[in-house]
């Protein structure tokens, strides 16, 4: 009986530690402690970091004062991003930015994966950054698999980004919008562009 119990307790215990874990794992960031743990690169030298991206209890909120990006301090290699974004004054244009290669300047090399109102889910292959799908030599853009499927003004969108052996899958509210493979970078920072109008990110989780 001793020995049952034992085994009950031990067990309840590993599983407590394991939720524990997880959830350390995948918590939400763009908290007020968060702020530190960003590479801030901003059009207006003038303005500081959180006149452009205020973060506010797991929200990023982006205003109007300028356009830039900031990134993650660490690399990511094969992972799955998951994040929330809405338009709050009008539809316009950002995007998420996937293996940001080093040395930060305002159009980095890496690859954009598109939020601009009616093109979310394009992908834009920036700065000799390719992939096999990278065949427009104008406009360097993987466009969107199917037609538009984003929510109206004011409402949250949701973008899964699956990195993994150099390709990378774009869902867009549940849909798979994009496929590209053979990329020339597999591994670099993470960034969200603030693009001159306002708008907010939130449940950004990178696993």
Known sequence: M????????????????????F?????????????????????NKALKPAELFAMDHGVLKISDASSGYLRTKKKYENFTLSVEWRWTKVAANSGVLIHIQ??????PKCLQVQQKADAAGDVICMQGLWANECTDKVKFTV????????KPLGEWNAMKIISKNG?????????????????TAKKGFIGFQAEG???????????
């Open 23 to 43: 959830a350390k794992k995948v918590q939400s960031i763009f908290t007020n402690s968060d702020t530190n743990n960003w590479v801030y690169v901003i059009n």
């Open 102 to 107: 080093p040395n930060d300047r305002f159009w």
């Open 167 to 183: 390709t990378l899958e774009v869902y867009i509210n549940g849909e798979l919008q994009n496929k590209i493979t053979g990329m």
């Open 2 to 21: 001793k020995s049952s119990l034992s085994i009950t307790l031990l067990i309840a215990f590993l599983l407590f530690i394991n939720s524990f874990v």
């Open 143 to 150: 466009p969107k698999m199917k037609p538009s499927n984003e």
């Open 197 to 207: 109008k306002p708008m907010e990110f939130r449940n950004l989780k990178i696993q």
